[in-house]
């Protein structure tokens, strides 16, 4: 079922070429969006754009790698030229390639930030530039809950909680021009990366997390649209956990 | 935005924020039943949702009862009526005050919003295998700008709070997020202290 709520809108979709991503994506489409879907696998890009498009929805799909200046001021300039400015961003891709304090090596770290922080920045100034005068838009960053801290995650959790600090920057400075910056923090979601953990971890992340269920990308996806829409415009600088509780308390049993 | 069930608003201040509230619910499709700290409401048809309007955003000497206390005495008191986790659970939001952060003029009023914090966490810890959902709105008073421009705090130098957003907070801007919460679509999410204030949480350390 196709919806208005978002009828004439621009929005960019980083890293939505599979998963929360792409549950963002579709959710944005299906209630009016022009979606662009932005990734660094040009070809996967094209795909999920082309299945937004079978299901009824406007969607391109387009090559972006956020860590690269060149690229993202590239990217919002074809945008623009193509659909229009952009009224929705939501930078959502990241990697996570964390193997633990002794393990990770400095080009690890440095590509984690590059991506996972840089990415939000560069892409967000991209962004603001086009907003600010037209006194309107939307930043949505997905975080993690592990920006809190977690076991292993060092350059991970590092990586998200500078997305958290520059969300919480960027509502301030943005909020006058009737911007709003906000921040979604997933907790255990049903993606690939999740089901691909040993069942016995699996099992004991979930037994120490509140409602005991993984989560699912379109549980993200439904918020992030709640953020990017008109009804959210009193709510900016927030860090919202979807996580079914894992932020208030996630001490996993002892091994 | 997907209303499709019951819900329990039980009510005792903040008459505007509960008006808008009822009418987005209503507007949405949901079944609204009203209540007050005296109504029984133990008894009834099965609830998809509760929302608690303590009245914090009228205040200003504090409530003469305790929030906290009585949004665990209403859960407990719903619990037969509330919707099972096998069966899509339900969802609990209460309406807070930013004052919960601290403010100046205010400390019975932030005690209490805090409490009421305190509570929804808790709860959330306690209910979640249960499907149950507790969250929360933080809201500035209505008439935030009104008092910031009588000057400053009686005794201070500092001025009431305001959203940092171009256009004031209002009504109908906290009962969009009470939508939210109780969208059955928010059912990952519980815990949650969410401010609808306009940003103007984002100068505390606590609001993080």
Not at chain 1, 156 to 170: E, F, I
Not at chain 2, 179 to 188: A, G, I, K, M, T
Request: glycine share 12%; hydrophobic share 45%.
């Amino acid at each position: 079922m196709f919806h208005a709520e978002f009828k004439g809108k621009v929005s960019l979709v980083t890293g939505a070429a599979s998963g929360i991503g792409n549950a963002v994506a579709r959710e944005l489409a299906a209630h009016g969006s022009a979606v662009v879907v932005g990734d660094i696998d040009a070809g996967a890009a094209d795909r999920a754009a082309s299945a937004i498009r079978e299901v009824g929805g406007q969607a391109v799909g387009l090559r972006v790698d956020v860590s690269s200046r060149g690229e993202v001021e590239a990217a919002f300039a074809r945008v623009e030229a193509d659909l229009g400015p952009v009224d929705v961003l939501v930078n959502n891709a990241g990697i996570s390639i964390d193997r633990g304090v002794r393990g990770v090596t400095d080009e690890e770290w440095q590509r984690t930030i590059a991506v996972n922080q840089t990415g939000v920045f560069l892409c967000s100034q991209a962004a603001a530039r086009s907003m600010i005068p037209r006194k309107t838009g939307r930043i949505i960053n997905i975080a993690s809950r592990a920006w809190l801290g977690w076991f292993g995650q060092v350059a991970y959790a590092s990586s998200k909680g500078g997305v958290v600090s520059a969300t919480r920057s960027l509502a301030i400075e943005l909020a006058r021009h009737g911007i709003t910056v906000n921040c979604l923090a997933p907790g255990l979601i049903d993606t690939p990366l999740v089901r691909s953990e040993p069942p016995e971890v699996l099992e004991r992340l979930l037994r120490a997390q509140p409602m005991g269920t993984l989560g699912e990308p379109e549980d993200v996806a439904n918020a992030a649209r709640f953020l990017a829409s008109d009804r959210a415009r009193a709510v900016t600088g927030q860090l919202l956990y979807v996580c079914g509780g894992k932020s208030l308390y996630a001490q996993p049993a002892m091994a | 935005m997907a209303g499709e069930g019951r819900v329990l608003v039980r009510a005792d201040g903040d008459d505007d924020v509960v008006v808008a509230v009822s009418s987005a619910l209503v507007t949405a499709g949901w079944i609204v039943e009203h209540a007050g700290r005296s109504t029984p409401v133990s008894e009834g048809p099965r609830l998809d949702g509760i929302v608690f309007v303590p009245g914090l955003l009228d205040t200003v000497a504090g409530l003469d009862v305790d929030p906290a206390a009585e949004l665990v005495e209403l859960v407990e008191s719903l619990g037969r009526r509330l919707r099972s986790g096998g069966d899509g659970g339900a969802r609990i939001v209460a309406v807070g005050s930013r004052d919960w952060l601290g403010w100046a003029g205010r400390p019975a009023v932030a005690a209490q919003a805090a409490g009421l914090v305190a509570a929804v966490r808790s709860l959330a810890l306690e209910r979640g295998r249960a499907g149950l959902t507790v969250n929360c709105v933080l809201a500035l008073p209505l008439d935030a700008h009104r008092r910031r421009h009588r000057g400053a705090v009686p005794g201070t130098h500092l001025h009431e709070p305001v959203a940092l957003t171009p256009e004031p907070v209002t009504s109908a801007d906290i009962a969009a997020t009470v939508e939210f919460f109780l969208d059955p679509r928010s059912n990952y999410i519980t815990g949650q202290a969410l401010h609808c204030c306009g940003g103007a949480s984002l100068l505390s350390s606590l609001s993080v």
